[in-house]
């Protein structure tokens, strides 16, 4: 594998579901970031993780939980969704320098339905 | 705080025309910029960045976008479209202060290219 792949591709779960998706990046970096892409908005920043530890969480309801237990995998965990929150979430990483225009490299998404 | 703006959410060019996608930004401090393509069921990839060394930046895919401090734009430009051109086009923009590199990304713009 290269890159950063995600699993699944696609998920459809209804609102009582538990269900977990998974981000895997194979190129070192030590940043990790979620986003949600939902159709005529812009990508929503959810959460950012460097070595391991959160650093962001954009307001993102508790209904998302993010886990990351290792600077090469990130996961986000679902329970009790809401229609709203389907949408194409996108996986990315990055190596993250002291200074300098930081590009994100980014996973193919899950493209998650909430029935 | 910075944001991007993204003038016309839907461009339609004829194979072998000019490509033009109008990007502009505010940000506070020196920004960093990003012009990313999405192609239909696939993650975003870089086109071409844009980090103070140079205001005429060359991408791949005979990309370029011009940085325009006095216009606060970044607009992407390509001189003759071919049909794989045919993508979602987001414009970007980074805090140069920010160490984690997150990125703001403007709505998108949606390319078509006719025969």
């Known amino acids: 594998e290269t890159g950063v792949t995600q699993t699944p591709r696609h998920l459809v779960m209804g609102m009582t579901n538990k269900k977990s998706l998974k981000c895997e990046q194979h190129l070192g970096h030590n940043a990790m970031y979620w986003y949600k892409q939902s159709a005529k908005k812009p990508l929503e920043l959810m959460f950012v993780?460097?070595?391991?530890?959160?650093?962001e969480n954009n307001s993102v309801p508790s209904r998302f939980s993010p886990e990351c237990p290792n600077s090469s995998h990130l996961f986000l965990h679902l329970h009790t969704l809401q229609p709203e929150d389907s949408a194409l979430y996108l996986c990315?990483?990055?190596?993250?320098?002291?200074?300098?225009?930081?590009?994100?490299?980014f996973g193919p998404g899950t493209r998650l339905t909430v029935l | 705080a910075q944001s991007v703006t993204q003038l016309g959410s839907h461009v339609s060019v004829s194979e072998g025309a000019l490509v033009l996608l109008r990007c502009n930004y505010s940000s506070s401090v020196p920004p960093y910029l990003f012009w990313y393509v999405q192609y239909p069921n696939q993650g975003l990839q870089l086109l071409l960045k844009y980090t103070s060394a140079a205001t005429l930046v060359k991408g791949i895919n005979g990309f370029e976008a011009e940085f325009k401090k006095s216009e606060t734009s970044f607009h992407l430009t390509k001189p003759s479209a071919h049909m794989s051109d045919a993508a979602e086009y987001f414009c970007?923009?980074?805090?140069?202060?920010?160490?984690?590199?997150?990125?703001?990304f403007g709505a998108g713009t949606q390319v078509v290219v006719t025969p």
């Open positions: 993780y460097n070595f391991k530890e959160q650093t």
């Open positions: 970007a923009v980074s805090d140069a202060t920010d160490s984690w590199g997150k990125l703001q």
């Open positions: 990315a990483s990055s190596q993250v320098v002291l200074a300098g225009a930081v590009e994100q490299f």
